[in-house]
């Protein structure tokens, strides 16, 4: 799949000061604002093949995008299982995804 234009998101109720985090992504250390959610930052940087699933291993990403469906599951700070959708970006998360290549990230 190819990147999300980002021309057609916005970030809505954005505050000037907003507080900008570091995160790190499969490994990799970048900036995210605190409070929006997981699956918003992988999303913004592409990452839209998050986890495979169980049975068939076939690539998995988003789609109800508010809990309900479970196909957000990363692993954050060493949990595993838990919803991008719902969670909110803190400083010095440590989030992987499932994903059986991570050339997106």
Known sequence: MSKA???TFKRLGASDTAAAVKVFVNGHSMSAVAGDTVAG???????????RSFNLQLPRGYYCGMGVCWEC???IDGQRGVRACLTEICDGMRIVTDAESHDDV
Request: charged share 30%; hydrophobic share 55%.
């Open 5 to 7: 234009d980002k021309r």
């Open 41 to 51: 930052l992988l999303f913004t940087i592409g990452a839209l093949r998050i986890r």
């Open 73 to 75: 599951t990363v692993a």
